[in-house]
């Protein structure tokens, strides 16, 4: 995928999130059942260090912290809370320990700098509901990337691919909209296999990118985060009405 389509999705992202912040984050209060099933798997492993730095790209409306935060509440965990939406930003509750930065991750990663300059290891980071809004391998990867470099040896990376198009309701709803952005001219036949535009909840109108990780873009995301220095630990299918609309990987920063 050439630079000029990834700025243009990105920009209909951008623009989805500030005219329906209101709608999304309301939608977007509960914790998601894979994420039970991950604060499990620290607990076993002993847990998060006192004094923990947690680590969220793409934290939304802040309902992972909310989540988090009552889950490690022994370990008083600071979160370092990244996103680029005001909108949602303005949704979010003031929580204590949340340190929120606001940067435009995909455009730092596209001009190659450093999005977070400065931040400390994290002992656990964490993407949730994002990875599938990144257009093209090279902007995933360099996401992908920098979790890595985030991650404190010994520490925890965890995100979820979103595997829309195995929902037939949601497929149906994919072509609808990849239909729309044919006749709106939206890059089309620019598109990497598996890339879509969906609507919002029942209207199809409102576009937004998505793509669908299938086996092989999972492997090749999970290759990546090894090649960054992290072991997977497990993989797993949660969320959505059929139990498996996310797939969650799962790493630890160095050997197991």
């Known amino acids: ?30 914790p998601w059942p894979g994420w039970e099933r991950l604060t499990h798997l620290v607990e076993e492993r002993g847990g998060l260090p006192g004094g923990p730095a947690v680590l969220d790209l793409a934290c939304g409306n802040l309902r992972f912290e909310r ?19 005001a909108e949602l930003a303005e949704l979010a509750p003031s929580l204590p320990g949340v ?33 599938h809004h990144v257009p093209g391998t090279r902007l995933r990867e360099r996401l992908l990337d920098l979790m890595a ?9 965890a995100l979820s691919l979103w595997r829309f198009m195995d929902d037939p309701r949601l497929a149906t709803k ?37 793509h669908h990780f299938d086996e092989a873009d999972i492997d090749a995301c999970a290759a990546r985060l090894e090649r960054g220095g992290a072991t997977e630990i497990t993989r797993y299918d949660a969320d959505g009405r059929n139990g498996a609309l996310n797939r969650y990987l799962v790493f630890r920063k160095g050997r197991v």
């Open 1 to 30: 995928m050439d630079i000029e389509t990834e700025r243009t999705l990105i920009e209909l992202n951008n623009r989805f999130y500030r005219e329906h912040a209101d709608t999304f984050s309301a939608t977007r209060q509960a």
């Open 67 to 85: 989540f988090a935060g009552a889950r490690f509440e022994q370990a008083a965990p600071t979160f370092y809370a990244v996103d680029d939406s």
């Open 99 to 131: 340190l929120c930065r606001r940067v435009d991750l995909l455009a730092e990663l596209q001009a190659g700098r450093d999005p977070l300059p400065g931040l400390p290891p994290c002992d656990l980071t964490v993407c949730f509901g994002f990875l």
């Open 149 to 157: 470099r985030a991650t404190a040896p010994g520490g925890i990376l």
């Open 174 to 210: 994919a072509a609808a909209a990849d239909a729309l952005a044919e006749a709106a001219g939206l890059p089309c036949a620019e598109l990497d296999a598996g890339d879509h535009y969906l609507g919002w909840q029942d209207d199809p109108r409102p576009l937004r990118f998505c």
